[in-house]
């Protein structure tokens, strides 16, 4: 739901103070940080059991939480009226808007705006997430990354640069850009958009010839935040 449709259903309230029922124990009203409560600057909320799980804002961006209820309900809600979705994996709480998702708790609240999901309390749009498969850690010392690379390896080129090894197809093996495993997660890399190259194989002795450019494995490391998108993302 947009704002300006938010704001045409919450004039149909007979009583503004207590909103407009949506579904069962759901309301519409003004949000708690609406610094207004009229005019074309406030803020719209959706309360659960009077727990406020969705904002709306005028400028477009839309924020939604689980509030602290980790339920079957509180995310059938969120499908219903957000553009967020709120589902957990593997005992975290995660958000999906299109093709990006982001993990953090059952009281983060997660935004979208401009159509970019955010990473929270930021306006920094979400990298690129890629799962790798098994967790990997040390270079492995019974098997040389070099001459046989598998999905998840990561390798250090000459100019300092990181890719991390990632099946496509049968058997096949290509080099994303890696800027380190996902704390929340580690069976997750922050990554980018696209396919580094469709030429940047990865196979035994693609690898072997990159050795002379200065390539060697490393071992996985936590992202710390210093993501740098490539041109044209």
């Known amino acids: 739901m947009y704002w300006s449709e938010v704001a045409s259903e919450f004039s149909r309230a007979r009583n503004k ?13 003004v949000s708690r940080v609406s610094k207004v409560d009229v005019g074309p600057e406030r803020i719209f909320g959706l309360f659960l ?53 982001w993990p953090g708790s059952a009281t983060t609240w997660f935004r979208t705006h401009g159509g970019d999901l955010k990473i929270p309390g930021t306006s920094l749009n979400v990298p690129t ?30 100019k300092g640069e990181h890719f991390v090894a990632v099946a496509s197809g049968y058997r096949s093996l290509f080099g994303r850009r890696y800027f380190g495993d996902l704390k929340a997660d580690r ?17 035994g002795i693609e690898m072997l010839s990159r050795v002379g450019e200065g390539w060697k494995p490393v071992k996985r490391f936590l992202w710390k935040g210093s993501y740098t998108p490539t041109e044209g993302e």
């Not at 689980?66 to 593997?90: C, F, H, N, P």
């Not at 967790?135 to 390896?153: A, H, L």
């Open 187 to 203: 069976r997750y890399v922050i990554s980018t958009e696209g396919r580094i190259g469709s030429s940047l194989g990865l196979s």
């Open 49 to 101: 059991h009077g727990n406020e799980i969705i904002r709306w804002y005028p400028d477009g961006t839309e924020e939604a939480s689980l509030a602290g209820w980790d339920s079957v309900t509180t995310k059938r809600r969120l499908r219903q009226y957000s553009a967020i979705e709120i589902y957990s994996d593997v005992g975290n709480v995660w958000a999906r808007h299109g093709n990006q998702r």
């Open 129 to 158: 997430l890629l799962q790798v498969g098994k967790v990997g850690g040390q270079v492995p010392k019974r098997r040389d990354p070099m001459s046989n690379p598998i999905e998840g390896d990561i390798f250090e080129t000459g």
């Open 17 to 29: 103070w207590v909103g407009r029922c949506l579904s069962p124990n759901t309301r519409l009203r």
